[in-house]
């Protein structure tokens, strides 16, 4: 049962647009959504978040959007640049009966930014 | 710069080893995290331990254990390798308790058992 999908398992893209990234979600008790990056041979490093209350989130060239009602999230790169080129991944946070976190990740979406 | 560190970067073993994965982060945080990552499934959460000595399980702990003896490390024990646990390890921290904290995570293990 995957709760966090990202139905898009690549995406590419001309250099100076916008690259949108698609996330949908099942369960509504999430409370917080993170969007990493991964370079080949290296970690996912953090990139984005956005509380569950708020609709939008912006930092630098990324944006990420929330819409609770359809439980999807997208993040949005503008300008796109080659260097952005990676897996990125949607993670979503809740809390658990334990008082512990439950973090549940996505499959990832390969993004080619094309000079 | 948190530094988050896995003792291989490659390993191949051989069915019924018993392998340890080592990770060591150096910014004193409370939560560390071992996740397997695999084609079209993402990464899967292990098991993770918020404090020395203390473990819960994650979403596929079969097959496996952890140890947490100091807080700066946190090992994962395959008991009995089996070639279904080929795969990327990923061992990631983070500080706090709150879904909001983001997670460092390491360069990752390939492990191969044969």
């Known amino acids: 049962d995957q709760q966090v999908k990202q139905n898009s398992p690549s995406l590419s893209v001309q250099e100076g647009r916008i690259s949108i990234l698609n996330c949908d979600y099942t369960n509504s008790m999430f409370d917080y959504f993170l969007w990493y990056k991964k370079y080949p041979a290296e970690g996912p490093t953090f990139l984005i978040s956005i509380s569950s209350i708020k609709d939008k989130n912006e930092d630098g060239r990324f944006t990420v959007f929330l819409n609770k009602s359809a439980k999807h999230l997208s993040l949005h790169i503008v300008p796109s640049q080659p260097g952005d080129s990676a897996v990125y991944f949607c993670a979503a946070s809740a809390l658990k009966a334990s008082g512990t976190y439950k973090y549940i990740f996505g499959t990832g979406t390969r993004l080619k930014v094309l000079a | 710069d948190v530094k988050v560190t896995q003792s291989s970067r490659y390993l191949v073993k051989r069915t019924g080893e018993k392998v340890f994965l080592e990770c060591v982060q150096d910014m004193d945080h409370e939560n560390m995290f071992w996740y397997r990552q695999d084609p079209g499934l993402g990464l899967r959460l292990i098991y993770f331990?918020?404090?020395?000595?203390?473990?819960e399980k994650g979403d596929i702990p079969e097959g496996y254990s952890v140890s947490r003896e100091k807080k700066e490390r946190f090992s994962l024990i395959l008991e009995s390798a089996s070639t279904n646990q080929t795969s990327m390890y990923l061992c990631?921290?983070?500080?706090?308790?709150?879904?909001?904290?983001?997670?460092?995570f390491g360069p990752g293990t390939r492990l191969t058992v044969t």
């Open positions: 990631a921290s983070s500080h706090g308790q709150g879904g909001s904290y983001e997670q460092y």
């Open positions: 331990s918020y404090d020395v000595k203390m473990k």
